[in-house]
Each structure stands twice: as structure tokens, then as C-alpha cells.
């Protein structure tokens, strides 16, 4: 029954997470706008979310023939290769596109309004400071940089603006005295300075400025808005993240194996998994082929644990699993970093599970809990309790180990206590499996025995 469930419950997101992914393709193709300008949103951390949302959004414009398209930037920067896609993305576009920094747009967002047409800047607004950063918040090492100080001159240069001023942005060794940009300073401009030096077409204090400044003072304007699914996805697919969902999957999963039933953890694990599909599903990175072969791969895992067998459906399940997870990601040097830290950290639950609270729920079936005990019929040597107490004669010495004749029966013996010469006569003591302990024999016993 608890094999059951699980499937089920797996069947039921498969099915709800294909049917989401349907209806939104259609959603997207539903209406066609006539002399009309979309309004992009470009906000938050600059990441592989914001980079799909992007991508939908624009299409969508195109398809319904739109006149313009606005990207509203307010973005503290973010990741450079989701940075470099969504240029790419906004350079491709099939139509005009204008970014209006509404708010701030650093690091990754001043790349992004350099690849548009056209900037326009509200009031009190700034643009720069884009140097490039790795994880601990120290700049990237000189390779990197450089790589990252030519998008911007580049981007810069495909829209006839001074290249100098984009270089000052991400280059701290650049001096730009007009500017009051020092060595060891980077460049960020105010909307008066950028329509100064060329990196504003314009300063719009609203959306109705805007439009009379791009002489589309009469267009319908559309607003492209994040839905809750592709929030969901934004947050999925953030770096810190993904490793954070793998390791709640993983560890939800181990909880379950000592817990009977299919409860808490179970849901966790698979629902956090799942989660990861579904975000990376959304944001574009996988297709429902991921889901399927991680569902297969679920599924191998439990036939593994429910009908234990030689290990082959779990080594196939966990590669399946793995592979999925790969397919789905954006970077498979990431993603391997983190199934790493999941398998870790998993790890270390499943050993403190299994040293503090034994074997429970289907980890049962994993370990052998049967012993072949004398109650049970099974003897690992034959008992000799019956020649216990009678007497036999050494024909050898016993040093201690040595052999005996008792009833016609050669034996293996060991004395009770030192040496007994051969052709002495020996009582055996004790028997207890193939091990005869004896005692040598006094005259007198003898006789008395007789």
C-alpha cells in the first residue's frame, strides 16, 4: 500500500505539472494587441528565472505584434551568465526595445539596458558599478574579468555609446577625471550624467513621459507580470537554493526509510524534489522527458527498497535520478556540486538515523534481521551431550588438544587442565558443539566406575 501511494502521488504531479505547462504555452498565444507597448519588469537578483521570464515575455510580444518593448530595470545585479543570456535575449528581440531604469540598475542590470535600443532614466535613478564578484563578494579572478570588461564595451559600442564610460563601470583601474572616477573607483551614473555623456536618450519621470518621449502617447500599453508559477521558478532555480531543495529531498527520503507508513518526510522529500522539476520546468531548463525519467528512476529506488534484489534496480534508479537532475539544470558543473552537498548531508542524517534509532519502517527489509538459532532447527555442529560424564582412554598426548577413543570413537579433545600422558584414562566434562573438554582419571575413580 505504501509503494501504492507513492505512485500515486507521483502521477498526480506529473500530471498537474504537464497540464500547468500546457496551459500556459496557451495563455501566452491568447490575444493580439494592435499599436501597443509592453511593459517588461526587470527587478530583483538577475538570475536563470528572470532570464526565462524574459524570454516568454518578449516572444509574447512579438507574437502579439507589439510596437515596443519597455524593460523596467530596478535591479541591485546579479548572475553574469544569466546576465549574458538576457542580453542576448534583449538583442535579438524582433522588436524596439527601451530600457527605463526606474529604480537602479547594477552589475548585471546596467549590461542588460546597454543591449537595449535606447535608455531612458528616471529622476534620482543610477546605472554602473559592474564589476564582477564570486561567491564570497571578492573580485572575480582576471580571466573572468576581462571577459566581463569586453561585454560591456562591446555592448556599449553596438549602440554608438563611448565605450570608455561602460569599461569605467566594470574596469576599477580606469581614471575618468570629468567624472570624479578615481583608480580603485567604478563608475556609476546618475540620470543627469548619463544624459550628459550619452548613456541616456532621455529623463522620464513616468510611464506617460516615456511614451511621449517614444511618440506612442496613443498605444495600449500591456504589462508583462510574473505569475506565481514562474515566482516559484525564479526562486527554484536561485543557486543558494537548489542545493537547500536537494537536501531536503534527500534527507526526507532517508527519514522515511525508518519511519513506517508513507507520512511527513516521505511528502517532504518528494514534494522538494519535485519542486526542483517543476521550477526548472517552468523556467524553461527541463522538459516533462526530466520528470519522467526521475519518476522511473523514484520508482526504481522503491522496488529496490520494498523487493530487495541483487542492487541493480537501485544503482539503475539512482543513475536515473542523477541524470534527470543533470538533464534539468543550467550548469552541470553546479548541479554536481550540488547533488554532492545533498548526498552529504543525506548521508550524515541516514548515519545518525541508523546508530540512534536502529532499523525501522522499510529499512527493515534492507538488513538481515533473521540468526539461525538451536531453537529454530539449525545446529552449526553436532551436539554431543550424551557422552558427557563417560570415560575413555588418550592415544595421544593431550598438550592440551589431543585424541582419545571413547565407545570405539575416535575424538578430538581438549584437557580440562595440563598435561595427560597417552594411554590415560579421561572423563569428558563438557561437550558444547565440537569442542570436548576432558579429565584425567584417577586409579581408584576407575575402578569405582567399573
Not at 372 to 397: C, H, K, L, W
Request: proline letters at 3%; aromatic letters at 6%; a negative charge.
Amino acid at each position: 500500500m505504501k509503494l501504492f501511494r507513492i505512485l500515486m502521488y507521483l502521477m498526480v504531479i506529473m500530471i498537474a505539472a504537464s497540464s500547468y505547462s500546457l496551459g500556459l504555452h496557451a495563455q501566452e498565444t491568447e490575444e493580439i494587441h494592435e499599436n501597443s507597448v509592453h511593459f517588461v519588469p526587470v527587478e530583483q537578483t538577475v538570475e536563470r528565472g528572470l532570464e526565462s521570464f524574459l524570454d516568454r515575455s518578449i516572444d509574447t510580444a512579438v507574437e502579439e505584434g507589439a510596437d515596443h518593448v519597455v524593460l523596467e530595470i530596478d535591479t541591485p545585479g546579479g548572475a553574469v551568465d544569466a546576465a549574458g543570456n538576457i542580453a542576448q535575449i534583449v538583442r535579438n528581440a524582433e522588436v524596439p526595445t527601451t530600457a527605463f531604469v526606474t529604480g537602479e540598475a547594477m552589475s548585471a542590470g546596467a549590461y542588460i539596458a546597454l543591449n537595449a535600443n535606447q535608455i531612458v532614466m528616471a529622476p534620482g535613478t543610477t546605472m554602473g558599478s559592474a564589476q564582477v564578484v564570486d561567491g564570497t563578494g571578492n573580485a572575480a579572478e582576471t580571466k573572468a574579468q576581462s571577459a566581463w570588461v569586453s561585454n560591456m564595451v562591446g555592448a556599449a559600442e553596438n549602440n554608438d555609446r563611448d565605450p570608455q564610460y561602460a569599461e569605467a563601470m566594470a574596469n576599477p583601474d580606469l581614471v575618468i577625471e570629468e567624472l570624479n572616477v578615481g583608480e580603485g573607483d567604478l563608475l556609476t551614473l546618475t540620470s543627469s550624467q548619463a544624459l550628459e555623456v550619452g548613456y541616456a536618450e532621455e529623463v522620464a519621470n513616468d510611464r506617460e513621459q516615456l511614451l511621449q518621449f517614444l511618440e506612442m502617447e496613443e498605444a495600449e500599453i500591456v504589462e508583462s507580470e510574473v505569475s506565481f508559477a514562474e515566482q516559484i521558478a525564479r526562486f527554484v532555480t536561485s543557486p543558494v537554493v537548489i542545493p537547500i531543495l536537494l537536501s531536503l529531498g534527500s534527507i526526507g527520503l532517508v527519514l522515511e526509510l525508518f519511519s513506517p507508513g508513507f507520512g511527513i518526510p516521505g511528502l517532504l522529500g518528494l514534494s522538494s524534489l519535485l519542486l526542483f522539476f517543476f521550477g526548472h520546468l517552468i523556467a524553461g531548463f527541463a522538459g516533462m522527458e526530466t520528470i519522467i525519467l526521475f519518476i522511473a528512476g523514484v520508482i526504481l529506488l522503491l522496488v529496490e527498497v520494498f523487493f530487495p534484489g541483487f542492487g541493480i534496480f537501485g544503482i539503475l534508479g539512482v543513475g536515473a535520478v542523477i541524470t534527470s537532475m543533470l538533464l534539468a539544470s543550467f550548469s552541470t558543473v553546479y548541479m554536481l556540486l550540488a547533488i554532492l552537498i545533498a548526498a552529504i548531508v543525506s548521508g550524515v542524517v541516514a548515519v545518525i538515523l541508523f546508530k540512534y534509532f536502529g532499523q525501522r519502517g522499510p529499512m527493515k527489509r534492507m538488513v538481515l534481521h533473521d540468526a539461525t538459532t538451536t531453537d529454530e532447527g539449525y545446529i552449526s555442529n553436532e551436539s554431543r551431550a550424551e557422552i558427557v560424564g563417560q570415560i575413555g582412554e588418550t592415544i595421544t598426548p593431550l598438550r592440551p588438544a589431543g585424541s582419545m577413543i571413547l565407545n570405539d570413537e575416535r575424538l578430538d579433545v581438549v584437557s580440562e587442565g595440563g598435561y595427560i600422558e597417552q594411554g590415560r584414562k579421561a572423563k569428558v566434562v563438557s561437550a558444547v558443539g565440537s569442542r570436548i573438554i576432558v579429565r584425567e582419571v584417577a586409579a581408584e575413580q576407575e575402578l569405582n566406575h567399573e
